[in-house]
């Protein structure tokens, strides 16, 4: 995902990354912090506050949503509908779960050179420009990417829980959940890859990113950063 620096940031640790404003980054994780996001920007990574940030059009984004989450996801919508996730098995990589002609199919968004993201031979500078492209081009077991309308079944953890009886589900700050009950006003049940479980309805948001309203110019961000 790109986003636009709207002010400088100097870092003040190790773990932070500098930059000036209007720079583009590249997001590579927001769901572990919320307020501070981890990102890219010529070859260096660190961590940013995320009131600094105005994030690109990123509706195809789904953070940690689980494969097998994916597949359910997507199993019953249209031909050439896809997501974004984070992998599961390798911090700040990424997944492209696509619908096909035959079933779910899940492709390894590479990182073989710096800065860039690839999933066949044609490197692209940001995630974004990737998914432009295989809208409008077919490749190798993929069809054409095809936008999709948010699920509303899909929730985001807003805190971590861990479960007091065995019929409830664990999860952390960040996680995406399928919902399948939503009938008790205080407790809900859902799913996460194969663990299915009940959790209390307060930890859970609905997971629907809005679409960001990005101005090529800034025109209208101000010059001072937030206090």
Request: aromatic share 12%.
């Amino acid at each position: 995902m790109e986003a636009v620096a709207k002010y400088d940031f100097t870092a003040s640790k190790k773990d932070e990354l500098s930059f000036k404003k209007t720079k583009v980054l590249k997001v590579l994780n927001k769901e572990d912090d919320p307020n501070w996001f981890l990102v890219e920007s010529e070859g260096e990574k660190g961590l940013v506050p995320a009131t600094y940030l105005e994030m690109k059009n990123h509706d195809w984004y789904y953070g940690r949503l689980r494969r097998l989450d994916a597949e359910k996801l997507l199993g019953g919508k249209h031909l050439g509908a896809f997501l974004i996730r984070l992998s599961e098995t390798q911090p700040e990589e990424f997944s492209l779960s696509v619908k096909c002609e035959d079933k779910v199919r899940h492709f390894k968004v590479l990182r073989g050179a710096p800065g860039m993201f690839n999933i066949w031979d044609i490197k692209f500078p940001s995630l974004n420009e990737l998914i432009d492209y295989h809208r409008r081009n077919e490749a190798e077991r993929m069809v054409k990417l095809k936008d999709m309308h948010p699920d509303d079944r899909l929730l985001r953890a807003k805190f971590d829980y861990t479960p007091k009886q065995g019929d409830e589900l664990k999860f952390r700050a960040g996680d995406i959940i399928l919902a399948v009950d939503r009938s008790d006003s205080d407790w809900w049940e859902g799913e996460i890859g194969h663990a299915k479980g009940k959790f209390p309805a307060r930890y859970l948001s609905p997971y629907r990113e809005q679409p960001s309203t990005y101005n090529s110019e800034l025109a209208g961000i101000a010059s001072k950063a937030p206090l």
